[in-house]
């Protein structure tokens, strides 16, 4: 029997939104994600796809909208 462990992360609903003037612009919407110890994870996406405003809050350097 696999002995099931808790997320190191765990995200539900994660957005952030950041302010372009007089418009929004939603960098991250609604992210659910669990990261488990030993997982090896990569984000891959093109340029303006939230990889970085993901990490950021992950890493506690931004706080989610």
């Given at each position: 029997?696999?002995?099931?462990?808790?997320?190191?992360?765990?995200?539900?609903?994660?957005s952030?939104?950041?302010?372009?003037?007089?418009?929004?612009?939603?960098?991250?919407?609604?992210?659910?994600?669990?990261?488990?110890?030993?997982?090896?994870?990569?984000?891959?996406?093109?340029?303006?796809?939230?990889?970085?405003?993901?990490?950021?809050?992950?890493?506690?350097?931004?706080?989610?909208?």
């Amino acid at each position: 029997m696999q002995q099931l462990t808790q997320p190191i992360f765990q995200t539900r609903a994660l957005s952030k939104t950041y302010a372009a003037g007089s418009s929004e612009v939603r960098a991250l919407q609604d992210i659910n994600l669990d990261i488990y110890p030993g997982e090896f994870i990569v984000l891959i996406g093109p340029s303006g796809s939230g990889k970085s405003p993901l990490l950021n809050i992950l890493g506690g350097l931004a706080r989610p909208s």
